[in-house]
């Protein structure tokens, strides 16, 4: 059997070839800002970026099964001005209540449109669209020209600053992604849902043939999605300890371009939770970087879309010869 070159081991391998873009853009930065790899600021980048990555696990499934949804922040924003009004009225004062809650508000959000999508046939960008705007107005609704404070929040927004859910050693930010990607890890690895979304992303008319209900995953998937949603609008409350309606107002395209950074085919069924993991860290650091090696805040965003950019081209050719090398080992 052919050994294979280094070059081919890391082309043949999508994941692989992130990692090696995200240790370069770290070792570029460290090199213009030493401090950028101390302990604390990778802690800090991963829990304030926290929303983005959970949320990254949800858009996975949908883009998955060829969907989309850009209704994700106003669900968030909604579940959490909810729970934040909640606490400043003093109608709940128990912390794991506000997250059940807000997941269960964010499921609700998504049920909704995965029932629009799945059984009335609506296309999921018109969908989501229409919903972005009713979610967030129904944020702003029980916001009612208010916002939720720190000091309104009580222990609420302490859970961002404690890490007893890590046994004093990780943050309970932290704690939650992680046990979110290992939960994924193995839905989508080895559970007969992950294989569903995979058939349905890849060819939905053969996935009904074959016995599985396209419209089910699909509104599984959606709910899935709002559940996410929802948990990240309590986190997004403690994280930032304020609860406001305007909350992550247009970050859907953040969690959008993690996917794709990550290598998840818009047209559905090619993508893996690895993929999403480095997509969403590639877009933190960049996302902490430019300040940091002192870009203008107004080239901010350009270089920043430069550098999605150039790393989504290197998503395609790697692909390429990943089919290139499939195609080949066929031929033999």
Not at 198 to 220: D, M, T
Request: net charge positive; proline share 1%; aromatic share 8%.
């Amino acid at each position: 059997m052919e050994k294979k070159s280094l070059w081919k081991k890391i082309t043949g391998s999508r994941e692989a070839s992130l990692v090696i873009v995200l240790i370069v853009l770290c070792a570029l930065i460290s090199i213009k800002n030493p401090s950028f790899l101390a302990l604390y600021n990778i802690l800090e980048i991963l829990k304030n970026n926290a929303v983005i990555m959970i949320m990254a696990l949800g858009m996975l499934c949908v883009l998955l099964i060829g969907g989309i949804d850009i209704s994700i922040t106003s669900s968030l924003a909604f579940a959490g001005m909810t729970v934040g009004m909640l606490f400043k009225n003093g109608v709940i004062h128990n912390t794991f209540l506000g997250f059940i809650i807000a997941m269960a508000i964010g499921s609700a959000c998504g049920f909704v449109i995965g029932l629009i999508i799945a059984k009335g046939n609506v296309t999921p960008i018109i969908a989501t669209m229409g919903f972005m705007y009713i979610y967030r107005g129904f944020a702003y609704l029980v916001a009612n020209s208010q916002w939720a404070g720190a000091d309104a929040l009580g222990g609420f927004k302490d859970f961002a600053l404690e890490s007893y859910l890590g046994f004093g050693v990780i943050n309970n930010v932290l704690v939650i992604v992680i046990v979110c990607y290992i939960i994924f890890f193995i839905m989508m690895k080895w559970t007969k849902f992950g294989r569903n979304i995979y058939a349905v992303g890849s060819n939905a008319e053969a996935a009904e043939i074959s016995g599985i209900h396209v419209a089910r995953v699909k509104l599984a998937v959606y709910t899935l999605m709002g559940l996410l949603a929802g948990l990240c609008g309590a986190l997004a409350v403690t994280v930032y300890a304020s609860a406001q309606p305007n909350m992550m107002q247009n970050k859907e395209m953040d969690v959008i371009a993690a996917c794709v950074i990550g290598g998840v085919s818009m047209s559905g069924g090619r993508g893996s939770v690895g993929g999403a993991l480095l997509g969403a860290l590639i877009l933190a650091v960049i996302a902490k970087a430019l300040p940091l090696v002192g870009i203008d805040a107004l080239a901010q965003n350009t270089v920043k879309g430069v550098i999605i950019i150039a790393v989504i081209v290197l998503n395609v050719v790697t692909q390429r010869m990943m089919d290139k090398n499939n195609l080949e080992r066929r031929e033999m």
